[in-house]
């Protein structure tokens, strides 16, 4: 079990950067593939970034890559979302979440911290 709390939102200016971070519970953080996800209104839920638990390998999605920035320091039990030249269509709830080696799969969500870009 791992429980997770995002932080690091809030409203910034079209071309700001803001940074998102992700605190994890647990001994076995480093055995987690972490991601971030993002939902705006009227949206579904969209995957944003991710980042494997072994060589960390970094992942994006095509309407950020070149300006997010997903990182993990697993002595922190931490990852973050380095978020530059951000546009008013980055505006939504920004979730964490972690998925165990025994399912690879999302298992476990935060409760999502929101990002508003103004133009």
């Known amino acids: 079990q791992v429980q997770l709390v995002e932080s690091g939102g809030g409203l910034v200016q079209a071309g700001g950067s803001l940074r998102l971070s992700c605190a994890a519970s647990?001994?076995?953080?480093?055995?987690?593939?972490m991601g971030w996800f993002r939902q705006a209104p009227g949206k579904e839920r969209e995957f944003v970034a991710g980042i494997t638990w072994s060589d960390s390998s970094t992942y994006y999605a095509d309407s950020v890559k070149g300006r997010f920035t997903i990182s993990r320091d697993n002595a922190k039990n931490t990852v973050y979302l380095q978020m530059n030249s951000l546009k008013p269509e980055d505006t939504a709830v920004y979730y964490c979440?972690?998925?165990?080696?025994?399912?690879?799969?999302?298992?476990?969500w935060g409760q999502g911290t929101q990002v508003t870009v103004s133009s």
């Open positions: 979440a972690a998925a165990p080696r025994s399912t690879f799969a999302y298992d476990y």
């Open positions: 647990g001994r076995t953080f480093s055995s987690y593939a």
